[in-house]
């Protein structure tokens, strides 16, 4: 089991905010490779920053892996 400040993260993300204002997963291609589903870790903090979850980029990086190490994002 992940430590609480880890499950916090995770379920305010995804349970704290309407869907309507997450960022949008979207299709990219990188090296000639096609992925879907893709939130790019930049507009994942960008978002975290304007929408003040976090006041800081490097806050928003940290919540980013919080979400990773949550099993949240991969």
Known sequence: ???EHIRNA???FLF???E???PRLRDVRHEGEQ???V????ELVNWFVDRGIETS?????ER???LVKGGVLH
């Open 39 to 42: 939130l790019l870790g930049l």
């Open 10 to 12: 995770c379920e305010e």
């Open 1 to 3: 089991m992940a430590p």
């Open 64 to 66: 980013g892996r919080l």
């Open 35 to 37: 992925y879907t589903g």
């Open 16 to 18: 704290g905010h309407p």
């Open 20 to 22: 309507e204002t997450l």
């Open 57 to 61: 980029r490097e806050g928003g990086v």
